[in-house]
């Protein structure tokens, strides 16, 4: 082999390391950035809020969804209350309506103003129906604390599913006693809550 053909096999070789050194490089900055990317403490959607292609969807569509799930786990609930338990209080029997279709007794905005549920603190008698409202998305209501006999669950899902503005999380709250809650992915931020069931 000549020292021409040499020269010119070493500069193909080195040509393709710089391509292959090139091209790993970009394929692993494009798997690092597609990571920072999906935030699963970010605003996200229920696998029942995506479209048929996986897509987003509209607001109202987003609202609707989400509160025909809450629907769904509200009378989940209410089918599956203990009719007495020695540790709750009796409350006059309410309509057969499930949470979410009751009036209020009281309602809660999540994060209207920050990282924050307004109220933060509240009292509610046994038999008060609770209405959490999204006033931003990204969030989510974990328990804390509860007293025994108590049957809530806070949002369904896990600590990273979160829900889009306008989601409604409601709950009839038969078990006396204290109630702590936070939001899973701003807990260190301050969204915190509690109450009291009188």
């Known amino acids: 082999m000549s020292r021409d053909e040499r020269g010119s096999t070493d500069g193909r070789e080195r040509s393709r390391r710089d391509l292959l050194r090139t091209t790993g490089a970009a394929i692993a900055a494009a798997v690092g950035t597609a990571g920072c990317l999906s935030n699963p403490w970010g605003p996200a959607r229920r696998a ?14 987003t609202t609707s969804t ?3 799930t809450a629907e769904n786990d ?4 209410a089918e599956t209350e203990p009719t007495a338990a020695a540790s709750e209080t009796s409350a006059p029997e309410t309509t057969g309506l499930p949470p979410v279709e009751r009036e209020p007794d009281l309602v809660v905005e999540v994060a209207a103003d920050g990282f924050s549920f307004a109220p933060e603190t509240f009292s509610v008698a046994a038999g008060d129906t609770v209405h959490w409202v999204w006033r931003s998305s990204g ?3 974990r328990i804390r604390e509860k007293p025994d006999g108590s049957d809530w669950t806070g949002t369904p899902g896990t600590a990273s599913d979160t829900y889009d503005e306008g989601y409604l999380h409601a709950h009839t709250f038969r078990a006396s006693g204290r109630y702590e809650y936070f939001c899973a992915p701003h807990q260190t931020l301050g969204l915190e809550g509690s109450f009291d069931v009188e």
């Open 66 to 68: 989400s509160r025909a």
């Open 48 to 61: 029942t809020d995506r479209g048929a292609g996986g897509g987003g969807t509209n607001a109202d569509a």
């Open 139 to 141: 969030h989510n209501v």
């Open 74 to 77: 509200a009378t989940t609930t």
